[in-house]
């Protein structure tokens, strides 16, 4: 008898079965699928590989369709040469033939546009094809590349590879006084490449320490790597010829757009008192910036968008600041800005390095007129004044004395051609430690004496009464200096706030501006306000009273200190800015650059006396040009004979040489924006004595 079992249990049982298969079926198709994931990913892999292989072939057959054509000229018309080509609907293809055998070899397709390959094509590429149209190739192309593996120069201008040849005399031998030496120099790399740009900042100069003799160079950049220097034989002797490539073309262009724009924050401690309570807090120079919590004190004629500003004391008030200390340093705050990239153009063989020129010493012959230096009397020389045009050279010094080519000068004074110069005047000079050199330089003519402290004095003031002369030097506010040195806010002025007070008691006044030493660190746009502020009240002053004389001092190069790197060219910047600032307002533009670098010593920010006895006599000849008649004193090493019709005249070429305007050009046209200073009491009554007139510039507040 046959059991069954029951349908529940056939049901579980069956249903255990095909779970089974199920999970069987399931497992495998996955094993399926993933395998056929790996071979159509293995498919695509190659593809794209063979893909790229294709393109990367094809790409080498046009580069070498490319470099090979090269070698098929133009037709006249612009067409391209070729007497192979044979045109498709699609693809031009290339028949290569021999000279001795015409028949086609191969075919190889060109792109549209192509030229043809060489008639001796063969249809391989060799090595050596492949290298001479690669040469080719490089020959034409529009970069230059230099066949050396390391360049550790960074393709900057090198002194110890830069050439200097001279052009003209021809002859080292047929140099004689009153010649112009030009010299070409050819910049080069520390591989002796040639620099193909201009920009480099050069110092050069003609000396004769014995004779104590020297002339600046005037350089001028073509921009293409080469240089014209132009130098005066103003004396006969030995002279030694010297070129110092202060900074490269490089360099120069990181000073030019990132250190001359840079973020700069002058920093000083101000030190606030109370009666007995001292405190100190740190200031600063904003230029259209914004703070909060600030003491701000605003020179309101000097500065418009710049602004001096501390931070508050702790208890004492705004109004108690007694003076600053500078806190800046300027090696400190250039490599602050100085990106490490950049640090070699500022090191070892591109920062101040001579250049070894051949025939260096050069011996220059008298004239022959038996002249050793350049007869005054025939260089038709104008008077000095303001505006003048800018020769190739603007002197020479020769026995001690500086003789100007720049405009007719009188090389020494006496105390008697002084006081003929300076009488009923009163002379002020603004500024810094330069300026108070020139201070005291005049005072020390005038036989006036100076106390022991003068060097350090930022207020000084001496008196001739009978000839009513009355001279003062005034520090500049705001200087950052070197040294933390305490600048007495009581005792300084700027120099706006003197120009527009000078009416008050006359108008023969003499204002000495000299904006350079203490200005390197400042915001470059603050800068050049204060000097148009100083413009502007000098076009203001003058319409009140004409007689207003004003002098700007021009900058100097200061030494070759690696530790003050970017200096001396940022002093050149500077001069280059007060230039365009003052050109056709009047002033009198006094360049003291050359003068001062050509003399046979070393170069100081303070230069030795009988540099600055000479600045003096050039100042006086500025103010008084009609005193010119006054005989030199006669010496054996400048006595010349009487003139003769040989005339010497400088060199210049228009395309690098710019003339300003000249007075004769200038005329200023009062305004509406004019401001007029009314008549008064204060400033129609003069003061009985000279110590009265000189009270306004004791009087001194912070604005």
Request: charged content about 20%.
């Amino acid at each position: 008898m046959t059991k069954y079992r029951p349908v529940k249990q056939m049901d579980s049982v069956l249903v255990k079965k095909l779970d089974v298969n199920m999970l069987h079926d399931h497992s495998s198709k996955k094993v399926w699928i993933g395998k056929r994931t790996i071979f159509t990913s293995t498919i695509i892999i190659c593809l794209i590989i063979c893909l790229f292989g294709f393109m990367v072939n094809l790409k080498r057959e046009e580069t070498i369709l490319a470099i090979n054509n090269l070698q098929e000229p133009l037709k006249p018309n612009g067409m391209l040469q070729s007497n192979s080509i044979q045109p498709d609907s699609r693809t031009q293809y290339l028949s290569s033939s021999s000279s001795d055998n015409h028949q086609e070899d191969h075919l190889l397709p060109l792109l549209p546009g192509q030229r043809t390959r060489p008639p001796n094509f063969d249809g391989v590429i060799s090595d050596d094809s492949l290298v001479d149209s690669l040469q080719m190739f490089a020959n034409r192309a529009p970069f230059v590349h230099h066949s050396i593996d390391a360049v550790t120069s960074f393709d900057v201008t090198c002194a110890a590879t830069t050439v200097v040849k001279l052009a003209s005399p021809a002859d080292y031998e047929a140099i004689h006084v009153g010649d112009t030496l030009h010299y070409i120099i050819e910049a080069k790399d520390s591989y002796g490449r040639p620099r193909t740009i201009g920009g480099d900042f050069w110092l050069g100069a003609l000396k004769s320490p014995h004779l104590i003799a020297g002339t600046a160079a005037k350089i001028i950049d073509h921009d293409n790597g080469t240089y014209s220097m132009y130098l005066t034989a103003g004396w006969k002797g030995d002279a030694m010829l010297e070129l110092t490539l202060a900074h490269p073309s490089e360099g120069v262009h990181w000073l030019k757009t990132t250190y001359k724009y840079g973020d700069h924050l002058p920093i000083w401690d101000g030190e606030f008192q109370l009666g007995n309570i001292k405190e100190t807090s740190k200031c600063y120079l904003m230029y259209d910036s914004t703070w909060n919590n600030m003491c701000e004190y605003q020179p309101k004629k000097a500065l418009k968008h710049t602004k001096f500003v501390c931070d508050k004391p702790f208890t004492l008030p705004c109004e108690s600041l007694a003076g600053i200390r500078g806190a800046s340093n300027f090696p400190v705050e250039f490599s602050r800005l100085l990106p490490t990239e950049k640090r070699v153009l500022f090191s070892g063989e591109h920062l101040y390095k001579n250049v070894a020129i051949p025939h260096g010493f050069i011996n220059i012959k008298e004239r022959t007129d038996n002249q050793f230096t350049i007869p005054k009397d025939t260089l038709q020389l104008p008077l000095c004044g303001p505006d003048l045009p800018s020769p190739l050279s603007d002197g020479y010094w020769y026995n001690g004395q500086w003789n100007s080519l720049v405009c007719d000068t009188k090389q020494t004074y006496n105390k008697a051609s002084a006081i003929q110069c300076l009488e009923h005047t009163n002379v002020v000079f603004t500024g810094d430690s330069t300026t108070r050199q020139w201070f005291a330089s005049l005072a020390k003519l005038l036989d006036v004496g100076l106390p022991e402290d003068h060097d350090r004095s930022f207020f000084l003031e001496r008196t001739l009464a009978a000839p009513d002369i009355n001279i003062s030097f005034v520090f500049h506010p705001l200087s950052t200096h070197p040294k933390p040195i305490f600048v007495n806010m009581s005792q300084v002025r700027f120099e706006v706030d003197i120009i527009l007070d000078s009416p008050r008691y006359t108008c023969n006044n003499v204002i000495v501006v000299s904006p350079w030493a203490h200005f390197i660190m400042w915001p470059w746009d603050a800068y050049v306000e204060w000097l148009t502020h100083i413009r502007d009240a000098m076009i203001e002053v003058k319409r009140q009273c004409p007689e207003l004389k004003v002098v700007i001092k021009s900058p100097h190069a200061v030494n070759k200190q690696t530790t003050m790197k970017g200096r001396d060219f940022m002093f050149k910047e500077m001069m280059h800015a007060m230039r365009e600032v003052f050109q056709g307002s009047g002033v009198m533009f006094i360049d003291i650059w050359d003068m001062d670098y050509a003399y046979p010593a070393p170069m100081e920010l303070h230069m030795p006396d009988e540099v600055i006895n000479q600045e003096i006599a050039l100042f006086l000849s500025y103010l008084c040009p009609e005193n010119m008649q006054l005989s030199l004193t006669p010496t054996s090493e400048n006595t010349h004979l009487p003139p003769t019709s040989e005339n010497i005249h400088l060199p210049s070429t228009s395309e690098n040489i710019h003339l300003p305007s000249t007075s004769e050009n200038i005329h200023l046209p009062p305004t509406s924006e004019n401001i007029h200073l009314p008549p008064t009491t204060e400033n129609t009554q003069l003061p009985q004595t000279s110590e009265e007139q000189m009270q306004l510039f004791k009087n001194v507040k912070v604005e």
